[in-house]
T-cell receptor, first 116, second 110 residues
Framework: GAVVSQHPSRVICKSGTSVKIECRSLDFQATTMFWYRQFPKQSLMLMATSNEGSKATYEQGVEKDKFLINHASLTLSTLTVTSAHPEDSSFYICSARVGQAAREAFFGQGTRLTVV | AQRVTQPEKLLSVFKGAPVELKCNYSYSGSPELFWYVQYSRQRLQLLLR??SRESIKGFTADLNKGETSFHLKKPFAQEEDSAMYYCALSGHNQGGKLIFGQGTELSVKP
């Protein structure tokens, strides 16, 4: 199956700093990637849809100036949490589809962000 | 509004017992339904989808449009089935984004 890789898998940062999370499709090109946030033992909440070469589409209630998404190439999307606060601590997961018509999404291993 | 509901947060069964994880959805149209599984310390992965009508690892799920349900079933649970199970919905013309249910933790005891 297709592989989606996230980096880093864990990050601890100080309050007020910014953190960048990378999501790469290793063996396929992904014109669309998705960013989710997951709280412990809870569901995945879709944050935004990342489109290669264009602006991301954010879900209602997600601050686009706080969660900056860049999808500069067909294999890389980045999520930057700006001016992080403790309440941003969470598990962030990206996913990508193989081709526009494909329904199956492949998920990254996730990034555990802890803001202290 | 689009919504996926998994009423059970935790389901605990003994090995060999039948298991059914419930999923109900709300969507104005014909969505695609999926079950994703997350084993301990592993990433989320697709278990099955309603379009395929397949059985994966002994699990099956039938889409019931009348009841707007997509329950996941397995006749004889195994210990290795212990995991978090998420029901998800994808609507047409929505670019493939998934709406997830709250998840059900399945615990299969020996």
């Amino acid at each position: 199956g297709a592989v989606v890789s996230q980096h880093p898998s864990r990050v601890i940062c100080k309050s007020g700093t910014s953190v960048k999370i990378e999501c790469r499709s290793l063996d396929f090109q992904a014109t669309t990637m998705f960013w989710y946030r997951q709280f412990p033992k809870q569901s995945l909440m879709l944050m935004a849809t990342s489109n290669e070469g264009s602006k991301a589409t954010y879900e209602q209630g997600v601050e686009k100036d706080k969660f900056l998404i860049n999808h500069a190439s067909l294999t890389l999307s980045t999520l930057t949490v700006t001016s992080a606060h403790p309440e941003d601590s969470s598990f962030y997961i990206c996913s990508a589809r193989v081709g526009q018509a494909a329904r199956e999404a492949f998920f990254g291993q996730g990034t555990r962000l802890t803001v202290v | 509004a689009q919504r996926v509901t998994q009423p059970e947060k935790l389901l605990s069964v003994f090995k060999g017992a039948p298991v059914e994880l419930k999923c109900n959805y709300s969507y104005s149209g014909s969505p695609e339904l999926f079950w994703y599984v997350q084993y301990s310390r592993q990433r989320l992965q697709l278990l099955l989808r309603h379009i395929s009508r397949e059985s994966i690892k002994g699990f099956t799920a039938d889409l019931n449009k009348g009841e707007t349900s997509f329950h996941l079933k397995k006749p004889f649970a195994q210990e290795e089935d212990s995991a978090m199970y998420y029901c998800a919905l994808s609507g047409h013309n929505q670019g493939g984004k998934l709406i997830f249910g709250q998840g059900t933790e399945l615990s299969v005891k020996p």
